[in-house]
T-cell receptor, first 108, second 114 residues
Framework: QKEVEQNSGPLSVPEGAIASLNCTYS??????FFWYRQYSGKSPELIMF????GDKEDGRFTAQLNKASQYVSLLIRDSQPSDSATYLC????????FGTGTSLTVIP | EAQVTQNPRYLITVTGKKLTVTCSQN?????MSWYRQDPGLGLRQIYY???????DKGDVPEGYKVSRKEKRNFPLILESPSPNQTSLYFC?????????????FGNGTRLTVT
C-alpha cells in the first residue's frame, strides 16, 4: 500500500504568520508532488507542484521537497483568513495518491 | 475553457434505483479517475482509467462500475445504490504522458441515497 501521510490538524495560525504544512510518502518511485487547497464542499484546486529536490516559490507559497527523506512541505507566508481551508498533499507515481488533508485556520 | 464537467451536481435517490454520474473532459487527457470524499476519510479512489478501454479498481470499488469507451467520458454507475454510498464524488483527469501533470477536478456531485 503506497501511503501519503499528513497531520490532520487542525492547524491554527494568526493572520500574517507563516503556516507550515507537512507531508511524507512511502513510495520512493514517486515522481511529482502536488499541493491542493480545498474549501468545504468544493473541489480541490491546485496550488503548486514540485518534482525536483529543493524549494519552489510562487507568490506567498513555497513548496519544499526532500526525496531522500521522502518529505514534502508547503509554507504559506503572510497567512490570510481566506487561506483557511483543507490542504491536500498528492503524490504521483503510477497513479495519484492523496493524504487525508490538513485543516488550516487563519485567525484574524 | 479547459475543464472537467460532472453531472448532476446534486442527486437524491432511493436505495436500489440505478443511477449514472457523468464525467467529461475536454483536455484530451488519457488518465481519468473517480473519488469519493467522506468527513475524516479524505479522498478515496473508486476506479481509474489509464486510457480508452482500460480501467482499474481503486481503494473502494465495491458497488460501483465504470466504463471508458471514449477518451473524453468516464461515467460512474451505481447499479443498486445503498445509503452507505451517500457521499461527495469527484471526477478528475490528467495527462498520462507528463509526470508533472496535475489532476484536474470536476465540481463534484453530492449524492444522497435514502
Amino acid at each position: 500500500q503506497k501511503e501519503v501521510e499528513q497531520n490532520s490538524g487542525p492547524l491554527s495560525v494568526p493572520e500574517g504568520a507563516i503556516a507550515s504544512l507537512n507531508c511524507t510518502y512511502s513510495d520512493r518511485g514517486s515522481q511529482s508532488f502536488f499541493w491542493y487547497r480545498q474549501y468545504s464542499g468544493k473541489s480541490p484546486e491546485l496550488i503548486m507542484f514540485i518534482y525536483s529536490n529543493g524549494d519552489k516559490e510562487d507568490g506567498r507559497f513555497t513548496a519544499q521537497l526532500n526525496k531522500a527523506s521522502q518529505y514534502v512541505s508547503l509554507l504559506i507566508r503572510d497567512s490570510q483568513p481566506s487561506d483557511s481551508a483543507t490542504y491536500l498533499c498528492a503524490v504521483r507515481g503510477d497513479q495519484f495518491y492523496f493524504g487525508t488533508g490538513t485543516s488550516l485556520t487563519v485567525i484574524p | 475553457e479547459a475543464q472537467v464537467t460532472q453531472n448532476p451536481r446534486y442527486l437524491i435517490t432511493v436505495t436500489g434505483k440505478k443511477l449514472t454520474v457523468t464525467c467529461s473532459q475536454n483536455m484530451n487527457h488519457e488518465y481519468m479517475s473517480w473519488y469519493r470524499q467522506d468527513p475524516g476519510l479524505g479522498l478515496r479512489q473508486i476506479y481509474y482509467s489509464m486510457n480508452v478501454e482500460v480501467t482499474d479498481k481503486g481503494d473502494v470499488p465495491e458497488g460501483y462500475k465504470v466504463s471508458r469507451k471514449e477518451k473524453r467520458n468516464f461515467p460512474l454507475i451505481l447499479e443498486s445504490p445503498s445509503p452507505n454510498q451517500t457521499s461527495l464524488y469527484f471526477c478528475a483527469s490528467s495527462s498520462a504522458g507528463t509526470a508533472n501533470s496535475p489532476l484536474h477536478f470536476g465540481n463534484g456531485t453530492r449524492l444522497t441515497v435514502t
